[in-house]
């Protein structure tokens, strides 16, 4: 396929577009500047991880760098990119298995009591920090609907980015991934149906944090803090769900997610505080574990689902490498308090 759009346009607006289009590519570095962000975002959807990603960026403009001479303006800038990003997801993505959260693997709850179950060669779905990102577009990077993103194939995948997040024509879709209207419509229709069943669209924006989820989230960190187990029941919904990759188990109900803080968590009182952050456009807590030198050291990452003042869902991911993405400290001193506590 190649690189340039085939959309045409009159000869004075292609001139002007191609003047315009050459001036942006002649400066190669403000041009990686300006859409390193949303071109990570796009990598980020199509491959449920943050370091592919990141790869796939890059690879994006190595191959735009060498394309550039034969850019002939018919597109813009970012289109042409955006174009050059989908291929090259897809070509990534061609016999890969999809990366999943645990809740997503069709196994049954777990009760508390269970035996933890782990599984490190399943490439989980990571999240991302909203610092790598476009914020903006929190709504179609938050960890519900990446990871129904990955139930579909990767073609249906590409079709639904471009078509809903990015609001692309049927018959731009169709040019960028080389195939028909006809078959772009077809894509589209089964990937809603999938994502249908899930209850799911990119346009379930979360509005901002209101003063009484701001109270949630110090409540929250505070209860970990205390390790007050009664209280998380009471900020969790009845119904709330939890998972913890690499760990395959997945629990359902805040009185069953509370016995497991209480069983399986090591830290007692004062053992666990947690720093506020953000991933995939929602709240996100670093919670780490008191050492037995007195220090405290990461043990997992929290991405929290609020529905109103409650928390509807946790996914905690284990591995100081997401601490260190979201470029939160590799230890806190054994005198370490959090602000946020009665």
Not at 104 to 115: M, R
Not at 131 to 156: C, G, K, S, Y
Request: proline share 6%; aromatic share 8%.
């Amino acid at each position: 396929m190649a690189v340039v759009d085939q959309v045409t346009t009159g000869t004075g607006e292609m001139t002007v577009r191609s003047a315009e289009a050459g001036a942006e590519l002649a400066d190669f570095e403000a041009l990686t500047g300006r859409y390193q962000r949303e071109l990570m975002a796009h990598c980020y959807r199509m491959s449920g991880s943050v370091h592919e990603a990141e790869d796939l960026v890059q690879e994006t403009f190595l191959r735009a760098w060498k394309a550039s001479a034969g850019f002939q303006g018919r597109s813009s800038v970012r289109t042409w990119l955006y174009r050059i990003a989908t291929n090259v997801c897809l070509t990534n993505l061609e016999g890969r298995p999809r990366r999943p959260l645990p809740a997503g693997l069709g196994t049954a709850d777990s009760q508390a009591g269970d035996a933890l179950e782990q599984d490190h060669e399943i490439p989980w779905l990571e999240p991302v920090p909203d610092a790598a990102v476009e914020v903006a577009e929190r709504d179609t990077i938050r960890l519900a609907f990446v990871a129904a993103l990955q139930h579909l194939p990767a073609r249906q995948r590409a079709v639904l980015i471009l078509r809903d997040v990015l609001r692309w024509s049927a018959a731009e879709t169709a040019a960028a991934l080389d195939t028909t209207t006809a078959a772009v419509n077809s894509a589209l229709q089964r990937a809603h149906a999938q994502l249908g069943d899930r209850a799911l669209t990119p346009d379930d924006v979360a509005p901002d944090l209101d003063a009484a989820q701001q109270r949630l989230l110090d409540a929250y960190l505070d209860a970990f803090w205390r390790k007050d187990v009664d209280r998380i029941v009471q900020l969790l919904q009845y119904d709330a769900t939890w998972d913890m990759p690499p760990f395959l188990n997945h629990y359902r109900g805040a009185e069953n997610i509370a016995r497991l803080i209480d069983s399986k968590c090591p830290g007692g009182v004062h053992d666990m505080p947690m720093l506020r952050t953000s991933a995939n456009g929602q709240p996100a807590f670093g919670l780490y574990m008191r050492q037995p030198e007195g220090h405290f050291e990461p043990f997992h990452v929290q991405v929290l689902d609020l529905d109103g003042a409650k928390v509807r869902h946790v996914t905690a991911f284990f591995g100081a490498e997401h601490f260190a993405r979201l470029g939160l400290p590799d230890r806190l001193p054994a005198d370490y308090e959090p602000a946020a506590t009665s």
